[in-house]
């Protein structure tokens, strides 16, 4: 088990440094250096800001000088927010995409499991069908239609809410529900399926003849196995939320990190790029690793491989 | 004492007619029929064939131009005149949504059929090889899906700068590790049946087995991947255009198209709606031909 962790973690640390090493040179493979604007900065200026930001080191000297700060966790000075290191400006936005990810994230897992199990208990029936017809137009309505969609219907039509502003959890709600939907479409999938397979396994046949309850059964012996894929999805899952929410904080004014790196991305501010590219990519890297040793503790038979 | 008349030969019809025989069929015309058997999955096509017709004659076939503006006809209403409305500019909806599908189309084949290639020579010679190379050449697909992509999408549509071009090369070069990995699973199933046993012994060279015999074997799979891609390539193109690094005005994608109708959605909310209808009909369509072609290529998989 040691070992399997410990490897993981090594691959993880590899994946991150690929991730650093690519981003890095791919933002010097720009054509036209960061400072590169409509009106022409006076060369003298641009020379005292080019020798400010190391940039007129040998490119492994900068390549390495980043690498070493990364590690320390530091991400750079902004080029387009005047003092505001990197790291500020994520420590300030981030958290309100947490609050959106995190509601989202609950309701994709307490709308899509049982949505799941209902689905592949009625197979073929009533149920089953509503539910996987609204499962396959949660994948494959994109989520800045929903998110349109929500904004027309609830803010406009209805009037319950306001958007274009933040103000806590009150408008936190609608991007969570717009970030959630296919997510959750992917799960009810993901459980229908793999409950269908599990509940023709010889164990639940025992389970059965013991004479335990139905429920008892679905519920705790056949659930159990059921959900396993659900937890290897919880990375893509964490991904999609992530990188959905840069249209869907967009589209509800949301300040959240999503906006923010899109609006980096218009800004040309290259170090904020990089730096918010490397958080997404290592926080990413981190819940896949927590799903794999998760996963390790909870099925032995992983182990194996 | 025999009678003659019992013991003479049969004739051919009487032959052939006790038989009790089928016309053997190909496994692709027995695909063919259990695709057509799934009703979803012909819908699905149709509806595709459709959309490709509507994008390649529509635009022709309409009185109005895509980058036509008219000032005095902006933010019309759908009428007989305009089926869709028109835009801010005085567009006709109906041309620009005919017309976004070439675009959106465009991008969502070509870019899988660079990611096709890609995946289909990497997973290829990955699985062929075996070994350490394989492992190797693995590890580097591990570590690319362990990469969230569409981040390094918008990274790369930053490097290369916007346009069709760079979107095709773009998408092209980032989705084809799941190809990959599923040519490599094929050809390793596939690479020691006694076909390539066959052909190796026949001479053939590595290259040979691979391109003439491993790959045409795995192209079920192939072609099921390809199907699920598209719409992700379509998706995806519209994600970057919305964020703001597709192709550029006076041309028009679907997403593109989304997005200019955004802004304006509490007063003009066709405006969005009738792009955004086309995108989630077409990727409903290839979802739906994707799975009858999984089911049809597999019959074991239907449950």
Not at chain 2, 151 to 160: E, F, G, Q, T
Not at chain 2, 234 to 245: H, P, R
């Amino acid at each position: 088990m040691r070992k399997y962790i410990f490897r993981r973690v090594l691959a993880s640390l590899l994946t991150l440094f690929v991730v650093i090493t690519l981003t890095f040179f791919m933002m010097r493979a720009i054509p036209g250096g960061p400072f590169t604007d409509e009106k022409a900065i006076p060369s003298f200026v641009l020379e005292k800001m080019m020798s400010r930001y190391g940039l007129n080191d040998p490119l492994y000297v900068q390549y390495g000088r980043y690498l070493l700060n990364v590690m320390r966790l530091d991400l750079g000075p902004s080029y387009r927010y005047e003092g505001m290191t990197v790291n500020e400006l994520i420590a300030g936005s981030f958290p309100i995409s947490a609050v959106v990810g995190s509601i989202a994230l609950v309701l994709a897992l307490i709308v899509g499991i049982p949505a799941g199990i209902i689905s592949a208990l009625k197979r073929g029936k009533l149920p089953d069908r509503f539910a996987m017809i609204l499962a396959t137009l949660g994948v494959t309505v994109p989520n800045f239609v929903v998110a349109a969609a929500l904004v027309y219907i609830f803010a406009w039509r209805l009037g319950w809410v306001t958007v274009g502003f933040w103000e806590g959890i009150s408008t936190a709600i609608l991007p969570a529900v717009t970030l959630a939907g296919y997510p959750a479409a992917f799960i009810s999938r993901l459980v229908r399926s793999s409950m269908l397979e599990v509940l023709q396994q010889d164990y639940i046949r025992t389970a059965y003849s013991k004479g335990l309850s139905g429920r008892a059964v679905v519920y705790v012996h056949a659930l159990k196995n059921a959900v396993i894929p659900v937890i290897t999805y919880i990375a893509p899952l964490t991904a999609g939320i992530l990188t959905g929410s840069f249209v869907v904080e967009q589209v509800y004014g949301v300040p959240g990190l999503g906006t923010f790196f899109v609006t980096s991305i218009t800004n040309r501010d290259y170090t904020t790029i990089m730096g918010v590219t490397i958080f997404y990519s290592a926080l990413l890297v981190s819940f896949n690793l927590i799903a794999d040793v998760c996963l390790a503790f909870i099925d032995p038979r992983i182990k194996l491989k | 004492m025999y009678d003659a008349e019992l013991f003479l030969p049969l004739s051919r019809e009487e032959k052939t007619d006790a038989e009790m025989m089928r016309p053997s069929r190909t496994y692709w015309q027995d695909v063919r029929e259990r695709l057509m058997r799934d009703k979803l999955a012909v819908l699905g096509l149709l509806v595709i064939v459709l959309i490709v017709a509507l994008a390649v004659f529509g635009p022709v076939l309409s009185p109005y131009e895509y980058d036509a503006q008219d000032f005095m006809m902006s933010n019309e209403p759908p009428s007989g005149a305009h089926w869709f409305g028109t835009d801010m500019f005085g567009r006709d909806i109906f041309v620009r949504v005919l017309y976004g599908a070439r675009i959106s189309l465009a991008v969502g084949f070509l870019a899988s059929f660079i990611s096709l290639f890609i995946g289909v020579i990497y997973g290829g010679i990955s699985g062929f090889t075996g070994g350490k190379t394989d492992n190797i050449m693995m590890g580097i697909v591990d570590v690319i899906y362990s990469v969230p992509m569409m981040i390094y999408v918008i990274l790369l549509m930053v490097v290369v700068g916007p346009g069709l071009k760079s979107i095709f090369i773009t998408l092209g070069i980032s989705y084809w590790a799941p190809m990959a990995r599923i040519v490599r699973a094929e050809v390793m199933r596939l690479k020691n049946e006694e076909f390539i046993l066959a052909a190796r012994v026949l001479g053939a060279s590595p290259g040979r087995i691979l391109l003439r015999h491993l790959i045409p074997n795995a192209m079920g799979p192939i072609l099921v991947t390809l199907t699920f891609s598209i719409p992700g390539a379509i998706f995806t193109e519209a994600f970057l255009s919305f964020v703001g690094l597709g192709v550029s005005a006076p041309m028009a994608s679907w997403g593109v198209l989304s997005s200019d109708a955004v802004g304006s959605l509490a007063i003009y909310p066709w405006q969005l709606f009738f792009p955004a209808g086309a995108i989630s009909i077409t990727i409903l369509a290839f979802n739906f031909l994707g799975d009858g072609l999984r089911d049809a290529l597999d019959p074991r998989l239907r449950k």
